[in-house]
């Protein structure tokens, strides 16, 4: 079955960088996009970008555009998020998630379990 | 940006209870509507997509409707197991999310 497994809660000092990881199984990584959405307390789920596994194309929302980066690394079917100049704003729970296009458009049909980033001084 | 806003923000009901959720699009975006479930410590859990379709293993008591900017999703006899937030996302143009309803028990 589709697997999404993200790396564990991270605790980062305003300014500070955080590289979240997010291991695909049960299908093959390279046919589908990954996509980034957090989740900060009480807001509700923001998109912030993709990346294509099979090229390493990448697309931000204009939000995060210049802070955050996208990769993946197809010999371990792992895709990351890292997330620079950090502030307490962006304390939040980041997800990865699987797009399916179940016609011309895609949503996401499956999800990691979600990673904690807290930021604090 | 589109933005999505869903009505009620919290809605209290009973197991058996038919329940109703309505998200509108700040434009038209066609079909390109999906549902979510998001139970307290979990990831969102996909139900409908593309306005109407029951994603696979997901129970007939949920079901979607609409397009262009006014959608609903209807719960069509409540059970304790669905007793969380529901959000509806646009995927006509990038990935927006609705701000969210609480179902809770009554």
């Known amino acids: 079955q589709v697997q999404l497994v993200q790396s564990g809660a991270e605790v980062k000092k305003p300014g500070a960088s955080v590289k979240v990881s997010c291991k695909a199984s049960g299908y093959t990584f390279t046919n589908y996009l990954i996509h980034w959405v957090r989740q900060a307390p009480g807001q509700r789920l923001e998109w912030m970008g993709w990346?294509?596994?099979?090229?390493?194309?990448?697309k931000y929302s204009q939000k995060f555009q210049g802070r955050v980066t996208n990769t993946r690394d197809t010999s371990a079917s792992t895709a990351y998020m890292e997330l620079s100049s950090l502030r307490s704003e962006d304390t939040a729970i980041y997800y990865c998630?699987?797009?399916?296009?179940?016609?011309?458009?895609?949503?996401?049909?499956?999800w990691g379990q979600g990673t904690l980033v807290t930021v604090s001084s | 940006d589109i933005q999505m806003t869903q009505s009620p923000s919290t809605l209290s009901a009973s197991v058996g209870d038919r329940v109703t959720i309505t998200c509108r699009a700040s434009?038209?975006?066609?079909?390109?509507l999906a549902w979510y479930q998001q139970k307290p410590g979990k990831a969102p859990h996909l139900l409908i997509y593309k306005a109407s379709s029951l994603q696979s293993g997901v129970p007939s008591r949920f079901s979607g409707s609409g397009s262009g900017t006014e959608f609903t999703l209807t719960i069509s006899s409540l059970q304790p197991d669905d007793f969380a937030t529901y959000y509806c996302q646009q995927y006509n143009s990038y990935w927006t999310f609705g701000q969210g309803t609480k179902v809770e028990i009554k």
């Open positions: 998630a699987r797009l399916y296009y179940f016609d011309s458009s895609g949503t996401f049909d499956s």
């Open positions: 434009q038209s975006i066609s079909s390109w």
């Open positions: 990346v294509n596994t099979g090229n390493g194309n990448t």
